[in-house]
């Protein structure tokens, strides 16, 4: 994955159509959607077959169907414009952690969703899409996040950046920061990736030995971690907070900035696209849309008007062409702002629930509780062999009933004895070996009208 020499002209390119407006980002998001739809319709099988009624030129991006993940993985190898990349060899290549952010095909990058709406996926990204990410992190997140002393103070840390993400797969989060890794030797000593997995004592531990400048996580384990630093386990004086892969809360982002005293900033991407969004000083997230168009749609894909949440969201991702997204349904209930956020940003203004998974908070057999994060859990279940979904239940201050979806031809009695060995095995790691897990005869549910499938759900309180 190495460097394009494209990417300083895309760097420019950002800075010129967020000076031009709306009419400047208009025009670029016209122009590259018609470019993707052609694109898609010449080299991917699967669009072919979608848009064969539609005409030739012209259509809007309205005229063109929603499509939704299993539908895209069910026809995955129709789906990819490079008839080189197939599901089975993608599969194959993230059997192996080693090859976490090496190159797919020698010249991809390769991750994993998380299931948050309910199914794992693949995704694939070339090398332009790759350069238009690293081109926005550069023009539009810097700039927009860090000023002159925020600069000073991460010189002084040697710009160390410590990301407390899931590390047991090729997920996108963890994923992007070992791509970065890979650079040059400076990022590969200055970057690192702080497993949630860990029991919360070691990670905190890291984290005081690291010293990082910037700390990035999911807001579970940044709330964490903030109570740590606020308790006085935790001694970091970073220059920023970036909080990504969760949704997270006004009233949690200030208790973070005062923990950690620093600012606080929200960072929306998700594997379907990876950066989407950022958020400004006056908590609204801000749409690259010269680059990522997002739709929010109802319960029958209807337009949403802004103001009022959605039922979902659909992505149509600009910059990836191997593997393209049109009107894709990524199942975040998103609001639109109706006016010019504050900030003086022209980008557009939204506020997006997503993921919303809960911190167990679960007794050990000394009576001590002990935080358990949701990803991390979740991982464990989500890469035992056979499983296509799962959700933990906390019933209990020491009970989790579990639950299964299978893959297709799965031994299940197989599959779940691995689970509940892996689980096992996971909380004796965690101080909680007396925790009873108690299998379910009924398949994952999805509750909540808005925002994504929930994955951990903890006991209510009493």
């Given at each position: 994955?190495?460097?394009?020499?494209?990417?300083?002209?895309?760097?420019?390119?950002?800075?010129?159509?967020?000076?031009?407006?709306?009419?400047?980002?208009?025009?670029?998001?016209?122009?590259?959607?018609?470019?993707?739809?052609?694109?898609?319709?010449?080299?991917?099988?699967?669009?072919?077959?979608?848009?064969?009624?539609?005409?030739?030129?012209?259509?809007?991006?309205?005229?063109?169907?929603?499509?939704?993940?299993?539908?895209?993985?069910?026809?995955?190898?129709?789906?990819?414009?490079?008839?080189?990349?197939?599901?089975?060899?993608?599969?194959?290549?993230?059997?192996?952690?080693?090859?976490?952010?090496?190159?797919?095909?020698?010249?991809?990058?390769?991750?994993?969703?998380?299931?948050t709406t309910g199914q794992p996926a693949l995704f694939v990204y070339d090398r332009g899409a790759i350069d238009v990410y690293r081109a926005i992190n550069f023009a539009r997140l810097g700039?927009?996040?860090?000023?002159?002393?925020?600069?000073?103070?991460?010189?002084?840390?040697?710009?160390?950046?410590?990301?407390?993400?899931?590390?047991?797969?090729?997920?996108?989060?963890?994923?992007?920061?070992?791509?970065?890794?890979?650079?040059?030797?400076?990022?590969?000593?200055?970057?690192?990736?702080?497993?949630?997995?860990?029991?919360?004592?070691?990670?905190?531990?890291?984290?005081?030995?690291?010293?990082?400048?910037?700390?990035?996580?999911?807001?579970?384990?940044?709330?964490?971690?903030?109570?740590?630093?606020?308790?006085?386990?935790?001694?970091?004086?970073?220059?920023?907070?970036?909080?990504?892969?969760?949704?997270?809360?006004?009233?949690?982002?200030?208790?973070?900035?005062?923990?950690?005293?620093?600012?606080?900033?929200?960072?929306?991407?998700?594997?379907?696209?990876?950066?989407?969004?950022?958020?400004?000083?006056?908590?609204?997230?801000?749409?690259?849309?010269?680059?990522?168009?997002?739709?929010?749609?109802?319960?029958?894909?209807?337009?949403?008007?802004?103001?009022?949440?959605?039922?979902?969201?659909?992505?149509?991702?600009?910059?990836?062409?191997?593997?393209?997204?049109?009107?894709?349904?990524?199942?975040?209930?998103?609001?639109?702002?109706?006016?010019?956020?504050?900030?003086?940003?022209?980008?557009?203004?939204?506020?997006?629930?997503?993921?919303?998974?809960?911190?167990?908070?679960?007794?050990?057999?000394?009576?001590?509780?002990?935080?358990?994060?949701?990803?991390?859990?979740?991982?464990?279940?989500?890469?035992?062999?056979?499983?296509?979904?799962?959700?933990?239940?906390?019933?209990g201050p020491a009970a989790i009933r579990l639950r299964l979806d299978l893959k297709p031809g799965a031994d299940g009695e197989e599959a779940w004895r691995n689970v509940i060995a892996s689980?096992?095995?996971?909380?004796?790691?965690?101080?909680?070996?007396?925790?009873?897990?108690?299998?379910?005869?009924?398949?994952?549910?999805?509750?909540?009208?808005?925002?994504?499938?929930?994955?951990?759900?903890?006991?209510?309180?009493?």
């Amino acid at each position: 994955m190495g460097d394009q020499p494209g990417r300083w002209s895309v760097v420019l390119d950002l800075w010129r159509a967020q000076r031009e407006g709306e009419a400047g980002l208009a025009r670029r998001r016209e122009s590259r959607f018609a470019d993707l739809l052609s694109h898609a319709r010449r080299g991917s099988r699967l669009y072919r077959r979608l848009y064969r009624d539609l005409p030739a030129e012209g259509a809007a991006l309205r005229d063109l169907p929603p499509i939704n993940k299993r539908e895209l993985m069910a026809a995955f190898d129709e789906w990819v414009t490079d008839p080189g990349v197939t599901l089975a060899g993608a599969e194959a290549f993230i059997s192996d952690p080693a090859r976490i952010a090496a190159p797919f095909r020698e010249k991809y990058f390769l991750c994993t969703s998380a299931g948050t709406t309910g199914q794992p996926a693949l995704f694939v990204y070339d090398r332009g899409a790759i350069d238009v990410y690293r081109a926005i992190n550069f023009a539009r997140l810097g700039v927009a996040w860090l000023d002159a002393g925020d600069l000073w103070r991460m010189a002084l840390r040697g710009y160390r950046w410590a990301a407390v993400l899931g590390a047991d797969g090729h997920y996108a989060g963890a994923g992007w920061i070992e791509l970065e890794r890979r650079r040059d030797p400076f990022r590969s000593l200055a970057y690192r990736v702080f497993p949630v997995q860990r029991p919360l004592a070691d990670l905190v531990a890291a984290l005081n030995a690291f010293d990082p400048a910037v700390l990035t996580g999911y807001p579970s384990a940044l709330e964490l971690l903030a109570e740590e630093q606020v308790a006085g386990r935790l001694n970091l004086r970073p220059a920023l907070v970036e909080c990504a892969g969760e949704s997270t809360t006004q009233d949690a982002g200030a208790r973070m900035a005062e923990a950690f005293g620093c600012t606080v900033r929200n960072f929306y991407g998700a594997s379907e696209c990876l950066v989407m969004a950022f958020s400004c000083g006056r908590d609204w997230l801000h749409v690259n849309s010269d680059w990522a168009i997002l739709e929010p749609v109802d319960e029958d894909f209807r337009p949403v008007p802004a103001g009022e949440p959605s039922h979902s969201v659909l992505l149509t991702n600009l910059a990836n062409r191997v593997q393209p997204i049109v009107r894709y349904d990524l199942g975040d209930s998103v609001l639109v702002r109706p006016d010019p956020c504050p900030c003086g940003n022209p980008l557009p203004a939204i506020r997006v629930a997503g993921r919303r998974d809960d911190v167990l908070r679960l007794e050990a057999a000394d009576g001590r509780t002990v935080k358990i994060l949701p990803l991390a859990i979740g991982s464990v279940v989500d890469e035992t062999p056979g499983v296509h979904r799962s959700q933990l239940v906390q019933t209990g201050p020491a009970a989790i009933r579990l639950r299964l979806d299978l893959k297709p031809g799965a031994d299940g009695e197989e599959a779940w004895r691995n689970v509940i060995a892996s689980l096992s095995a996971y909380l004796r790691e965690q101080g909680l070996a007396n925790v009873g897990l108690v299998r379910a005869g009924e398949p994952p549910e999805q509750k909540a009208r808005f925002g994504k499938f929930r994955q951990v759900i903890a006991v209510p309180p009493a």
